[in-house]
């Protein structure tokens, strides 16, 4: 089993349309994150989070939201899709003990708004 | 804040050519750097990273990266690049006024011919 579980892996939805990208790792890692990747842009970071009560924007939540249900998951939430909202998402998790060391990615959720 | 760039974003290559993908970031202070990779379908990987120390440094399949801090670049190579180094590659930043958290490049997708 992966040690960090992207669900679901692909997924159409219509504008307007509320939806939820849910991520659990066995890492035993505190930290989660998750990530988007546009063509060209690179990985930017939505939202991410320290521990369950912690919760932090990133370079681009506009239009999202997050849930740490558990230290193991970490949810992401489209409260109504748009177009751009179109990407591939990733979610990744870290150990603050490891710092910088230990960052692990979930395969990613492709996400298409029609 | 700080900015990462990748210069090539497609590159193609024949089996046995040599590689050499650029990286530059923005930050002036102490960074530490990384190059991940994203076989098709997959995860990122870590392929190599550069605390400190030896300025050139070797990652699994072959890759090193040579960090020049005046430059402000860690550019990748590979002597000789397989068909299955195929897949996309990106640079990312973590700056000691960061945290724990890594800022990435655009990406460069890499197609080697058999």
């Known amino acids: 089993d992966a040690d960090v579980t992207q669900t679901p892996r692909n997924r159409i939805t219509k504008t307007g349309k509320r939806i939820m990208l849910e991520c659990s790792q066995t890492?035993?890692?505190?930290?989660m994150y998750w990530y988007r990747q546009d063509p060209g842009l690179g990985l930017r970071l939505i939202y991410y989070?320290?521990?369950?009560?912690?919760?932090n924007k990133g370079e681009i939540s506009d239009g999202y939201s997050v849930s740490r249900q558990a230290q193991a998951k970490f949810s992401l939430s489209l409260e109504s899709a748009i177009p751009n909202q179109t990407a591939l998402y990733f979610c990744?998790?870290?150990?603050?003990?490891?710092?910088?060391?230990?960052?692990?990615f979930g395969s990613g959720t492709r996400l298409t708004v029609v | 804040a700080q900015s990462v760039s990748q210069h090539n974003h497609h590159v193609i290559l024949s089996e046995a050519a040599s590689l050499e993908l650029g990286c530059n970031y923005s930050?002036?202070?102490?960074?530490?750097l990384f190059w991940y990779v994203q076989y098709p379908g997959q995860h990122l990987q870590l392929l190599l990273k550069?605390?400190?120390?030896?300025?050139l440094v070797k990652g699994i399949k072959g890759f090193e990266a040579e960090f020049i801090k005046s430059k402000f670049s860690f550019n990748l190579r590979k002597p000789s690049v397989q068909w299955s180094d195929t897949a996309e590659y990106f640079c990312?930043?973590?700056?000691?006024?960061?945290?724990?958290?890594?800022?990435f490049g655009g990406g460069t997708r890499l197609m080697v011919k058999p």
């Open positions: 990744a998790t870290s150990d603050s003990r490891q710092g910088i060391y230990g960052y692990t």
């Open positions: 890492k035993g890692h505190d930290r």
């Open positions: 989070s320290f521990d369950v009560k912690d919760i």
């Open positions: 930050y002036g202070g102490t960074v530490n």
């Open positions: 550069y605390f400190s120390g030896d300025p």
């Open positions: 990312a930043v973590n700056a000691d006024n960061a945290g724990n958290m890594l800022t």
